[in-house]
Protein backbone atom coordinates (compact mmCIF):
# COMPACT_ATOMS: atom_id res chain seq x y z
CA UNK A 1 0.00 0.00 0.00
CA UNK A 2 1.48 3.23 -1.03
CA UNK A 3 2.00 5.86 2.13
CA UNK A 4 -0.08 8.70 1.42
CA UNK A 5 2.43 11.36 3.23
CA UNK A 6 5.53 9.99 1.87
CA UNK A 7 4.14 10.12 -1.84
CA UNK A 8 2.78 14.05 -1.26
CA UNK A 9 6.32 15.27 0.26
CA UNK A 10 7.76 13.54 -2.37
CA UNK A 11 6.14 15.53 -5.06
CA UNK A 12 6.02 18.72 -3.64
CA UNK A 13 2.81 18.58 -2.37
CA UNK A 14 1.42 20.46 1.29
CA UNK A 15 -1.21 19.37 3.29
CA UNK A 16 -1.80 19.47 7.17
CA UNK A 17 -2.27 16.37 8.83
CA UNK A 18 -5.34 15.84 11.75
CA UNK A 19 -5.16 13.12 13.43
CA UNK A 20 -8.59 12.02 15.31
CA UNK A 21 -10.30 9.37 17.12
CA UNK A 22 -11.62 6.51 14.31
CA UNK A 23 -14.48 7.61 11.71
CA UNK A 24 -16.61 5.49 9.67
CA UNK A 25 -19.50 8.00 8.45
CA UNK A 26 -20.19 11.47 7.34
CA UNK A 27 -21.83 12.04 11.09
CA UNK A 28 -18.77 10.55 13.11
CA UNK A 29 -17.14 13.12 11.01
CA UNK A 30 -18.52 16.25 11.84
CA UNK A 31 -19.18 15.59 15.27
CA UNK A 32 -15.00 14.06 15.62
CA UNK A 33 -13.60 16.11 13.08
CA UNK A 34 -15.87 19.16 12.59
CA UNK A 35 -12.39 21.96 13.81
CA UNK A 36 -10.53 20.96 10.84
CA UNK A 37 -11.00 24.06 8.10
CA UNK A 38 -12.17 23.03 4.79
CA UNK A 39 -15.02 21.36 2.67
CA UNK A 40 -15.71 17.64 4.65
CA UNK A 41 -16.20 15.35 2.20
CA UNK A 42 -18.78 12.05 1.06
CA UNK A 43 -16.16 9.59 -0.99
CA UNK A 44 -18.25 6.88 -2.47
CA UNK A 45 -16.83 3.39 -4.31
CA UNK A 46 -19.69 2.42 -6.39
CA UNK A 47 -20.04 0.11 -9.29
CA UNK A 48 -22.21 -0.01 -12.47
CA UNK A 49 -24.68 -2.71 -11.20
CA UNK A 50 -23.62 -4.26 -15.35
CA UNK A 51 -20.06 -5.15 -16.09
CA UNK A 52 -16.93 -4.07 -13.89
CA UNK A 53 -17.24 -0.46 -13.63
CA UNK A 54 -16.16 1.74 -10.65
CA UNK A 55 -16.53 5.07 -9.51
CA UNK A 56 -14.78 6.84 -6.88
CA UNK A 57 -17.60 9.36 -6.41
CA UNK A 58 -16.29 12.42 -4.39
CA UNK A 59 -18.75 14.86 -3.48
CA UNK A 60 -19.78 17.57 -0.43
CA UNK A 61 -20.17 16.04 3.17
CA UNK A 62 -23.54 17.43 2.94
CA UNK A 63 -25.11 16.50 -0.32
CA UNK A 64 -27.34 13.91 -0.37
CA UNK A 65 -26.47 10.58 -2.19
CA UNK A 66 -28.87 9.94 -4.60
CA UNK A 67 -27.87 6.83 -6.97
CA UNK A 68 -30.71 7.43 -9.22
CA UNK A 69 -28.93 10.68 -9.86
CA UNK A 70 -25.13 9.37 -10.05
CA UNK A 71 -26.14 6.96 -12.29
CA UNK A 72 -27.10 8.97 -14.66
CA UNK A 73 -23.94 11.62 -14.02
CA UNK A 74 -22.09 8.19 -14.86
CA UNK A 75 -23.59 7.13 -18.18
CA UNK A 76 -24.76 4.04 -15.51
CA UNK A 77 -28.62 2.56 -15.93
CA UNK A 78 -28.03 1.24 -11.95
CA UNK A 79 -25.36 1.36 -9.57
CA UNK A 80 -24.51 0.03 -6.23
CA UNK A 81 -22.00 0.68 -3.40
CA UNK A 82 -18.91 -1.22 -4.30
CA UNK A 83 -18.23 -4.08 -1.19
CA UNK A 84 -15.87 -4.66 1.28
CA UNK A 85 -14.56 -7.04 -0.70
CA UNK A 86 -13.79 -4.68 -3.62
CA UNK A 87 -12.71 -1.57 -1.72
CA UNK A 88 -9.99 -3.78 -0.29
CA UNK A 89 -9.23 -5.27 -4.29
CA UNK A 90 -9.86 -1.82 -5.78
CA UNK A 91 -8.07 0.75 -3.31
CA UNK A 92 -6.49 -1.73 -0.50
CA UNK A 93 -8.30 0.59 2.13
CA UNK A 94 -11.43 -0.67 5.18
CA UNK A 95 -14.60 1.09 5.17
CA UNK A 96 -15.16 4.09 6.22
CA UNK A 97 -10.74 5.08 4.68
CA UNK A 98 -12.18 5.89 1.08
CA UNK A 99 -10.67 8.99 -0.14
CA UNK A 100 -8.98 10.39 -3.42
CA UNK A 101 -5.87 8.94 -2.41
CA UNK A 102 -6.87 5.40 -2.28
CA UNK A 103 -6.50 5.40 -6.19
CA UNK A 104 -2.59 5.48 -5.10
CA UNK A 105 -3.15 1.69 -4.70
CA UNK A 106 -5.55 1.36 -7.98
CA UNK A 107 -2.72 -0.82 -9.60
CA UNK A 108 -5.25 -1.37 -12.52
CA UNK A 109 -6.20 2.19 -13.38
CA UNK A 110 -9.36 0.89 -13.69
CA UNK A 111 -11.64 3.19 -11.55
CA UNK A 112 -13.29 6.75 -12.89
CA UNK A 113 -12.77 9.40 -10.27
CA UNK A 114 -15.91 12.29 -10.40
CA UNK A 115 -15.72 15.05 -8.37
CA UNK A 116 -18.50 17.34 -7.66
CA UNK A 117 -17.96 20.81 -8.88
CA UNK A 118 -18.02 22.41 -5.24
CA UNK A 119 -15.01 19.93 -4.64
CA UNK A 120 -13.12 20.64 -7.10
CA UNK A 121 -13.53 24.62 -6.76
CA UNK A 122 -13.31 24.76 -2.76
CA UNK A 123 -10.52 26.05 -1.59
CA UNK A 124 -9.64 23.61 1.28
CA UNK A 125 -10.60 19.88 0.78
CA UNK A 126 -10.21 16.86 3.30
CA UNK A 127 -9.74 13.54 2.61
CA UNK A 128 -8.43 10.31 5.04
CA UNK A 129 -5.00 8.75 4.33
CA UNK A 130 -5.96 5.41 3.64
CA UNK A 131 -7.14 5.58 7.40
CA UNK A 132 -9.79 7.21 8.86
CA UNK A 133 -7.52 8.35 12.49
CA UNK A 134 -6.61 10.96 10.35
CA UNK A 135 -7.08 13.35 7.99
CA UNK A 136 -5.52 15.32 5.51
CA UNK A 137 -5.85 19.49 4.75
CA UNK A 138 -5.12 20.56 1.45
CA UNK A 139 -5.36 24.00 -0.08
CA UNK A 140 -7.02 23.95 -3.92
CA UNK A 141 -3.45 24.53 -5.41
CA UNK A 142 -2.29 21.59 -3.51
CA UNK A 143 -5.14 19.17 -4.54
CA UNK A 144 -5.05 20.05 -8.63
CA UNK A 145 -1.56 19.31 -8.26
CA UNK A 146 -2.21 15.93 -6.92
CA UNK A 147 -4.90 15.27 -9.33
CA UNK A 148 -1.74 16.37 -12.30
CA UNK A 149 1.06 14.43 -10.14
CA UNK A 150 -1.40 10.96 -10.12
CA UNK A 151 -3.42 11.33 -13.48
CA UNK A 152 -6.42 9.59 -12.30
CA UNK A 153 -8.72 9.87 -14.82
CA UNK A 154 -11.56 11.92 -13.82
CA UNK A 155 -14.23 14.26 -14.61
CA UNK A 156 -15.78 17.20 -12.63
CA UNK A 157 -20.18 16.81 -12.17
CA UNK A 158 -22.46 19.57 -11.68
CA UNK A 159 -25.39 18.09 -9.12
Known amino acids: MVDVEHFLKENNIAYKLHEHTAVFTVEEARKYCGHIPG ?8 KGIKGNNFYLVILPGSHKTDLKMLAEKLGEKKISFASQE ?70 VITL
Open 39 to 46: MHLKNLLL
Open 86 to 155: NLMKKMRVDPGSVSVFGLLNNEEKDVQLFLGREVYESDIVTFHPNRNTATLELDRVDFHKFLEVEKPSFK
